[in-house]
């Protein structure tokens, strides 16, 4: 006998279940794992944060993900770094890893590399995909000299590389602006989603 799509009892689903009562407390980071924190960081949208981690290294922390680029998250950055702030480690960020180039992500990546002086970590592609976005913004995105491209193990550093690719990346970016109003629109889109405008 063949059962009916009506003769199945629906599926009751599981209640989710959190390991913590809470998240953590805004501009405070909670230790999940030894080494390992995590941040609320607040986002104008709504979808209001994103969570972002530290992760313990020897000279400090690791930053994975960093929130938009708003004066709230630059805020949370900054209390979170200050002499007695919630990194509880050396005050210093080691380096800045960004899972992927949304602005909820990568936003502050430019910030932080700068206010550390620290490197970026983030594929190839989605670095690119972003000096592109940022190209027609006026915006400044992080310098070459402190970004790390993921590259192939034992690959040396492709800066001489980075810095042709990008310069190229922005003559394109204008050739295209200037021969189509699309360009502009399309990259006036990205913005005002990057900018919650």
Not at 49 to 70: K, P
Not at 140 to 146: L, M, V
Request: proline share 9%.
């Amino acid at each position: 006998m063949t059962e009916r799509i009506d003769d199945i009892p629906p599926s009751t689903p599981s209640a989710l279940r959190y390991p913590f009562t809470a998240p953590p407390a805004p501009g405070s980071t909670l230790e999940i794992a030894p080494g390992v924190r995590w941040l609320r960081m607040p986002l104008p949208w709504a979808l209001d944060h994103i969570n972002v981690w530290l992760i313990d290294e020897a000279e400090g922390c690791a930053v994975v993900d960093t929130g938009a680029r708003t004066d709230a998250a630059t805020a949370v950055w900054r209390a979170t770094f200050a002499p007695g702030g919630e990194a509880q480690t050396p005050p210093r960020v080691t380096r800045v890893l960004v899972t992927h180039m949304h602005p909820d992500h990568v936003g502050m990546a430019g910030w932080l590399t700068r206010a550390f002086d620290c490197r970026l970590w983030m594929t190839r592609a989605e670095y690119f995909n972003c000096r592109v976005a940022a190209a027609d913004t006026g915006r400044e995105a992080p310098p070459t000299r402190s970004t790390s491209i993921a590259a192939p193990a034992g690959a040396s550093r492709p800066s001489t590389s980075i810095a042709r690719v990008s310069a190229a990346l922005a003559s394109i970016s204008t050739r295209c602006r200037k021969a189509s109003g699309v360009w502009r629109m399309a990259k006036s889109c990205a913005l005002a989603r990057m900018t919650g405008a």
